[in-house]
């Protein structure tokens, strides 16, 4: 029989964990399929425009791309044990915290990939070579994945890794397995015995590439237990089960890292939307760039230079609409979080240009 749902991506892939966890997490009927050079050919590169993953296939042949659409598409149809907290609170840091994990914690998890290559070369090698094809010897596995890996190990000083920023960046990841470490201690959970879409977004880093990768992995396990052993239960969850903390609550063991993603990222994404706002005044009707140059960010207190990643904005402003729609006491609980973690300002940037995403592009579009 046909499974309900084919997952086309790969172990070493950081959103194909995000992905892969809701899919178990809500017992659905799937099968993973690694994305080979073959899958690339036939299915993925017609029918989604780029070469990337993951992408899932449903059984009535409607075909998804990027994790947040991937789960929204899914939300919908299985709407048991929802991955949305109804608590407005809960969803707005449920929200900014698949944002974080998407946008900003793929720095370290590039980082920890690639800087140490030296330390982790043949794991690393082997698993992409091992992806795009399954089939070969262990030794053309080594070598084929020499060639694909090349532009993956390439992209790190665009990511903003480099020599004056490592430092920083190290600072940062040791920082948040230790914020982390200290909240999985008393809750499975981001907010509760139930993951929300926020866990999803961190799962993707702190799996594919911080939680499996050898040095990485040597370091989660020795210096945040309750983080590996929070990895463990999302690539193994008890289906459907689970509550989100009652009364909306947000546990106080989460607030040093809302006030680091605060400090740190939330400027970022203000700027790239700002950039995206001047680029879109002067083309109008064009497709979004999906890097328009580079600009200045701080983590770990070292500054360096990152690309514009414009497809930001898009994550963003499902934070922005979220906070800026609450009303009343609703309102002002989210603007005394906000206010006590550093954020309130940001979360009343003002979107004068919409982006959103098109079919069988990777570009955004305006809206």
């Given amino acids: 029989m046909t499974a309900q749902y084919t997952l086309y991506g790969g172990q070493l892939s950081l959103y194909t964990g995000k992905a892969r966890a809701y899919l178990r997490y809500k017992g659905l009927d799937f099968e993973e399929l690694p994305a080979t050079r073959e899958v690339y050919k036939s ?12 992408v899932l296939v449903s059984a009535d042949d409607q075909v998804v791309q990027d994790t947040t659409d991937i789960i929204d598409f899914l939300e919908d149809r299985h709407r048991q044990a929802s991955v949305y907290p109804q608590g407005p609170l809960q969803r707005l840091v449920a929200l900014l915290l698949e944002f974080y994990g998407d946008e900003w914690l793929v720095i370290p998890a590039m980082h920890y990939r690639w800087s140490v290559l030296d330390d982790q070369y043949e794991f690393i090698m ?8 399954p089939d070969a010897s262990e030794e053309e596995q080594i070598r084929i994945g020499e060639k694909v890996s090349a532009p993956f190990r390439g992209s790190i000083p665009a990511l903003g890794v480099t020599e004056s920023t ?8 040791a920082a948040l397995l ?6 999985f201690a008393q809750y499975d959970f981001l907010l509760g015995s139930r993951p929300s879409i926020g866990d999803f977004g961190l ?19 020795a210096q945040a237990p309750h983080v590996y052993r929070w990895v463990q239960r999302m690539n193994a969850p008890s289906p459907c089960s689970g509550e989100f903390l009652a009364g909306d609550r947000i546990p106080d063991s989460l607030l040093p890292l809302l006030a680091t993603l605060c400090r740190d990222f939330l400027p970022d994404a203000v700027d790239v939307v700002a950039h995206n706002e001047s680029w879109l ?32 904005q898009w994550m963003f402003q499902r934070c922005l609409d979220h906070f800026q729609a609450l009303a009343g006491e609703d309102r002002t609980r989210a603007e005394v979080l906000l206010g006590s973690v550093g954020g309130l300002e940001a979360m009343k940037t003002q979107i004068h240009r919409r982006v959103a995403r098109k079919v069988g592009q990777l570009e955004l ?3």
């Avoid at 230790?178 to 909240?183: R, V």
């Fill in 203 to 221: 799962m993707g880093p702190l799996y594919a590439h911080l939680g499996r990768d050898p040095v990485p992995r040597a370091m989660m396990e």
């Fill in 43 to 54: 299915l993925i590169v017609p029918r989604v425009g780029a070469p990337i993953v993951p």
């Fill in 365 to 367: 579009v305006e809206v």
């Fill in 126 to 133: 082997r698993e992409f070579g091992a992806l795009s094809a």
């Fill in 166 to 173: 490592i430092p920083g960046i190290e600072r940062a990841y």
């Fill in 281 to 312: 005044a002067q083309h109008p009707g064009g497709n979004l760039p999906r890097v328009l140059g580079m600009h200045s960010f701080t983590t770990g207190g070292e500054q360096g230079e990152r690309y514009i990643h414009s497809y930001s």
């Fill in 178 to 183: 230790e914020q982390l470490d200290l909240h």
